[in-house]
């Protein structure tokens, strides 16, 4: 009963070519995220949507396309990938968008660009 | 000046120590903190949430939040080497949390 999930664990792919990344939530929360965490642990965030809006949109290359088509799911699509786009991508989910809300993490996704 | 900062160490401790992390945020309109657990390879977790000044005690876990300092802490009292893990700390100014780079622990036995 895994609250947060999200697939591929691993990737392993060629620079230019196209991935993506999905992410379900079965908490009933209303907001997810997506983080990248970088060699040096330092966890970024990415996007946000609340109720399918997207509330959060850090300086990200438009080569990262999220899309939720319902408030538990929150996928990424990368087109043209790059070396530097090698990290671990963290979905993760709350309650609300705002407030105390604490995130709840999926497992990550590894991403390695060759 | 990054918004949120810790000292990245490692941080090493004997067992049965008290380990004391430490974190300065810079947005002061900053209402909500928080204490994560990685463990190598894995998610982050949360372990503590602190909103108010002064201190949170949870088990072996203290937060101490002072808000004129921009400044807030984890204590870890006992400590374990099931504790080794990098420990983030996280505000919430606004909709997103925002994360430190993580101070790494590692408690010997």
């Known amino acids: 009963d895994t609250a947060v999930s999200q697939t591929p664990k691993y990737l392993v792919t060629q620079m230019g070519n196209d991935k993506s990344i999905k992410c379900e939530q079965n908490?009933?929360?209303?907001?997810m995220y997506w983080y990248k965490q970088d060699s040096k642990k330092f966890l970024k965030i990415m996007f946000s949507y609340n109720n399918k809006e997207l509330i959060i949109n850090e300086t990200v290359p438009n080569r990262f396309s999220p899309k939720s088509p319902d408030k538990a799911h929150l996928n990424l699509h990368i087109n043209s990938l790059e070396l530097g786009d090698s990290a671990v991508y963290f979905c993760?989910?709350?309650?609300?968008?705002?407030?105390?809300?604490?995130?709840?993490f999926g497992s990550g996704t590894q991403l390695s660009v060759l | 000046q990054k918004e949120v900062e810790q000292n990245s160490g490692p941080l090493s401790v004997p067992e049965g120590a008290i380990a004391s992390l430490n974190c300065t945020y810079s947005?002061?309109?900053?209402?909500?903190f928080f204490w994560y657990r990685q463990y190598s390879g894995k998610s982050p977790e949360l372990i503590m949430s602190?909103?108010?000044?002064g201190d949170k005690e949870d088990g072996r876990f203290t937060a101490q939040l002072n808000k004129a300092s921009q400044y807030v802490s984890l204590l870890i009292r006992d400590s374990q080497p099931s504790d080794s893990a990098t420990y983030l700390c996280?505000?919430?100014?606004?909709?997103?949390?925002?994360f430190g780079a993580g101070t790494r622990l590692f408690v010997k036995a």
């Open positions: 908490l009933g929360h209303d907001t």
């Open positions: 947005d002061r309109g900053s209402q909500s």
């Open positions: 602190i909103y108010s000044n």
């Open positions: 993760a989910s709350s309650l609300t968008k705002g407030g105390n809300e604490k995130l709840f």
């Open positions: 996280a505000v919430k100014p606004g909709f997103k949390t925002i």
